[in-house]
């Protein structure tokens, strides 16, 4: 729901997370509260929820922690580019390409694409040539790993990295 916008997405993942003892959906349901957070900039609470995550995922192990680390760190490497300043953009690039060379090594492609998009928008921000054919790549791939965020994701690619073709392309995916 988060990412088709819809504002009662919140109010579902906090009944959600009332109503779990299980860490996984917990875990789960903070990250997304984090996401949205993150969308509308109230970056205290994103860091205050991506907080909660990460210490409710150390309370004992579950089959899938590492989804939720990945996810995590990637959330992590977003809140470093909204707020924008030196350190937290050097932590954002650091949390973005560690997560990139994880996820290749495992063969996830979806959040190793995610990560190096982030990569290219803070490298980008801080001023670092960006390789558009590989940004491009990545882009093209969305459609496939991760489609319900593309248009968004391609958006702010578009905006940080200075590709006005890539706008287009943002526009042409919310419309799908």
Do not use: K
């Given at each position: 729901l988060?990412?088709?916008?819809?504002?009662?997405?919140?109010?579902?993942?906090?009944?959600?997370?009332?109503?779990?003892?299980?860490?996984?959906?917990?875990?789960?349901?903070?990250?997304?509260?984090?996401?949205?957070?993150?969308?509308?900039?109230?970056?205290?609470?994103?860091?205050?929820?991506?907080?909660?995550?990460?210490?409710?995922?150390?309370?004992?192990l579950?089959?899938?922690?590492?989804?939720?680390?990945q996810?995590?760190?990637?959330?992590?490497?977003?809140?470093?580019?909204?707020?924008?300043?030196?350190?937290?953009?050097?932590l954002?690039?650091?949390?973005?390409?560690?997560?990139?060379?994880?996820?290749?090594a495992?063969?996830?492609?979806?959040?190793?694409?995610?990560?190096?998009l982030?990569?290219?928008?803070?490298?980008?921000?801080?001023?670092?040539?960006?390789?558009?054919?590989a940004?491009?790549?990545?882009?093209?791939?969305l459609?496939?790993?991760?489609?319900l965020?593309a248009w968004?994701?391609?958006?702010?690619?578009?905006?940080?990295?200075?590709?006005?073709?890539?706008?287009?392309?943002?526009?042409?995916?919310?419309?799908?």
């Amino acid at each position: 729901l988060r990412q088709l916008g819809d504002p009662s997405a919140d109010e579902l993942t906090e009944s959600a997370l009332a109503s779990s003892t299980m860490p996984e959906p917990q875990v789960q349901a903070e990250l997304d509260l984090a996401d949205g957070q993150l969308a509308v900039g109230h970056l205290r609470a994103a860091v205050e929820s991506l907080d909660r995550a990460d210490a409710l995922a150390q309370v004992r192990l579950f089959s899938n922690r590492w989804r939720c680390e990945q996810r995590s760190l990637l959330l992590r490497a977003r809140w470093g580019l909204a707020v924008g300043d030196g350190d937290a953009l050097a932590l954002a690039e650091e949390q973005a390409y560690g997560l990139a060379e994880a996820c290749a090594a495992r063969g996830d492609v979806r959040y190793q694409t995610l990560a190096r998009l982030v990569l290219a928008r803070v490298r980008a921000r801080q001023g670092t040539v960006v390789d558009r054919d590989a940004v491009a790549v990545d882009l093209r791939r969305l459609a496939s790993v991760a489609a319900l965020e593309a248009w968004w994701v391609t958006a702010e690619t578009a905006r940080d990295v200075g590709v006005s073709a890539w706008t287009a392309l943002a526009e042409q995916r919310a419309r799908e």
